[in-house]
């Protein structure tokens, strides 16, 4: 667990170059993504949901599953862990609360939006939002109330789907002038709006761009969103999307052939998980330890 995971997320922020991040979900997912050399994690609302109640991306999580999964997480993590917080739960108040609870997790970043509640997945419609100086009070009240200086708050505005393009630009000034650490403009639709938000906020705020598998958002590249003045590329669907595609066709396998013996290609033996998940770390720290 990183001491000071805030600060570690800032000094990547400052540094060159776009941050590419995937949206770990649990131990395994995060800890293959930290071997596999991102400098970040992301844990989405919808990687969240789906792997610990199993339900869609719809509001249904409350602020201690995410904490809990978030700790999990951030326990074993040899690198900064952004956590998405959906609304806040609640109020200004329920919000302090949050990033309380969030810091004490040992999360580096927390990420804040302007939907209503119940929530739901901002490339999903029927979505509405908060009017635009309640969303600023729950800014405000995270910057200013937050324990660590160095957390990291992300504010994500919606209006982008739920009024238009001009509506999620003024939020994003008013949330920037609050004092928010990094902008998330949710679902823009065109590469154009993409360029516009770069263009006018890229060179004042660090920006993050989500990308998700048959989202509204057009495709890009990571070397793509840096050129247009983003500096946080996320991939929140993919892993836990990738895991439920997989896991059934393990199952379908076994189901038609009766074993498990090739069900994973190009694999021999399951023990090569433990290795994944650290255990040469603790047999160093038994033989250490041991009488």
Partial sequence: MLKNPGKALRDLLQAPGIIMSPGAYDGISAQVSEQAGFPILYLSGAGASTSRIGEADIGLTTMTEIVDSARAIAMKANIPLMCDADTGYGNALNVIRTVHEMEMAGIAAIQLEDQVAPKRCGHLSGKDCIPAQEFVQKIKAAVKERFYEDTVIVARTDARAVYNLDAAMERGKMVMDAGAD??????????????????????????????????????????????????????????????????????????????????????????????????????????????
């Fill in 182 to 291: 990094v902008l998330f403009i949710e679902a823009p639709q065109t590469l154009d709006e993409i360029e516009l938000i770069g263009k006018t906020f890229g060179s004042q705020i660090p920006l993050l761009s989500n990308q998700v598998i048959g989202g509204k958002t057009p495709k890009l590249t990571a070397k793509e969103a840096e050129q247009l003045g983003y500096k946080i590329i996320i991939y929140p669907d993919v892993l836990c999307f990738g895991a439920s595609v997989f896991l059934r066709r393990i199952a379908d396998r076994i189901l038609q052939v009766g074993h498990s013996w090739d069900a994973i290609p190009d694999t021999s033996d399951s023990r090569e998980l433990f290795n994944t998940m650290g255990m040469q770390a603790w047999r160093e720290l038994e033989h250490k330890y041991k009488d």
